[in-house]
Every structure is written in structure tokens, then in C-alpha cells.
């Protein structure tokens, strides 16, 4: 099985990822419940896929899951501070074994409400070995509300939506998190 930090269309994911932390830089203190993508419409499809991830955590959890981590642990300390700026994070990870279990026509009711007013898309990278991946933001004036990524390819769908304050570094410290994948970026460098 594979991890849900890896999803078959990493190189994607790589290429999203890199204009993500270009254009984002900046986060937002106003209500992200409007950038809440809702994935049900993907339901049917899990009987036909044969592996899943699906993963929720809204801001109470996020609050909560910031008390599992340790201060004095550096590395956790950095976690906590930014899972505590979060106001969500929600993954939908479907796997099939093989080409032609799902349509284009599937992912129509996510790419309508990415279409709502707010939202706009910053990245639409497609090849034809390894799929495809959206990526969009939800702003509001200057404010960064939310950001979503759908990534598809012959036998895999991925969504993952993050609400709340979102910033260059912290971005980057997600991958590999909470069921994102892990997109090998380079971490910012800090200053000694």
C-alpha cells in the first residue's frame, strides 16, 4: 500500500507545489468555511477503488491535535505552531488498480465549486503520462482564505484542501504531514 505522503502523480504534485510557494505568500485571520471544498461526490467511487485516505481535521481538531505535540521538541514545537495557524485540512486520496474506473465527469462537482466566485486558479499543469493537477485559491481582497489542490491521473484522484492562514514556510512544513503528500521541497533555510 502505498503511503498516503507519496500519491502517483508526485512529479505533479512537485511542479504545484513550486508555484503554491511563488504565489502564496501572505495568510488570512477571516472565516475559511467558505473555502471548505466538499469531496461526497467522490462516495461512489470508493467501492470501485482499491485503496483510500480520507482525512478531516477542522479547526477544533487541528486545536486539539497542537496539544499532542511537544514545546520542548523543536521539530514538534514547529508542527504545533503550524497546525495551531490552520483552520483545516482535509485529504481525499482514491486509488484504483486500474485505468477506467472513474470519468472526468466524476471530478465535474469539485471543479464547479472551484469555478465559485473567490476562488482562482493559479496552476493547471496536465501531461499525458501522469495526469493532471489544479491548484486554486480562495481570496478575498489581499487574503488568502484557502487553497485547494485536485490531482489526477489513469488511476488515482487526489483533493487536498487547507483552510486558514497560509504562508511560504509554513506551506512547505506540511508536506509530509497530516496525510499530504510529501512533495520534496527544499525547506527554507533558517538563519543561524
Same mark, same amino acid.
Do not use: C
Given at each position: ?69 511537544? @514545546?520542548?521538541?523543536?521539530?514538534? $514545537?514547529?508542527?504545533? =505552531?503550524? &497546525?495551531?495557524? *490552520?483552520?483545516? %485540512?482535509?485529504?481525499?486520496? /482514491? ?52 487553497? @485547494?489542490?485536485?490531482?489526477?491521473? $489513469?488511476?488515482?484522484? =487526489?483533493? &487536498?484542501?487547507? *483552510?486558514?492562514? %497560509?504562508?511560504?514556510?509554513? /506551506? ?21
Amino acid at each position: 500500500m502505498k503511503s498516503p505522503k507519496q500519491v502517483s502523480v508526485s512529479a505533479l504534485w512537485k511542479f504545484a507545489a513550486a508555484a503554491i510557494l511563488v504565489v502564496v505568500g501572505a495568510g488570512a485571520n477571516a472565516s475559511a468555511q467558505t473555502a471548505k471544498i466538499q469531496t461526497s461526490s467522490l462516495d461512489h467511487l470508493v467501492s470501485k477503488a482499491s485503496e483510500t485516505f480520507n482525512l478531516d481535521l477542522d479547526e477544533s481538531l487541528m486545536q486539539l491535535t497542537a496539544k499532542v505535540f511537544k @514545546a520542548n521538541d523543536p521539530d514538534e $514545537a514547529r508542527v504545533k =505552531a503550524l &497546525v495551531s495557524g *490552520l483552520k483545516g %485540512i482535509h485529504v481525499r486520496v /482514491l486509488e484504483f488498480e486500474k485505468e477506467g474506473e472513474f470519468l472526468a465527469a466524476d471530478l465535474e462537482a469539485i471543479r464547479t465549486q472551484l469555478r465559485a466566485p473567490g476562488w482562482n486558479r493559479i496552476v493547471n499543469a496536465k501531461s499525458k503520462k501522469e495526469g493532471s493537477v489544479d491548484v486554486y485559491l480562495m481570496t478575498s481582497g489581499s487574503q488568502v482564505l484557502g487553497l @485547494a489542490v485536485l490531482a489526477a491521473d $489513469a488511476k488515482e484522484i =487526489a483533493v &487536498v484542501n487547507i *483552510l486558514g492562514n %497560509i504562508d511560504l514556510e509554513k /506551506l512547505s512544513q506540511l508536506e509530509g504531514q497530516f496525510g499530504i503528500p510529501d512533495l520534496s521541497l527544499e525547506k527554507p533555510k533558517r538563519k543561524n
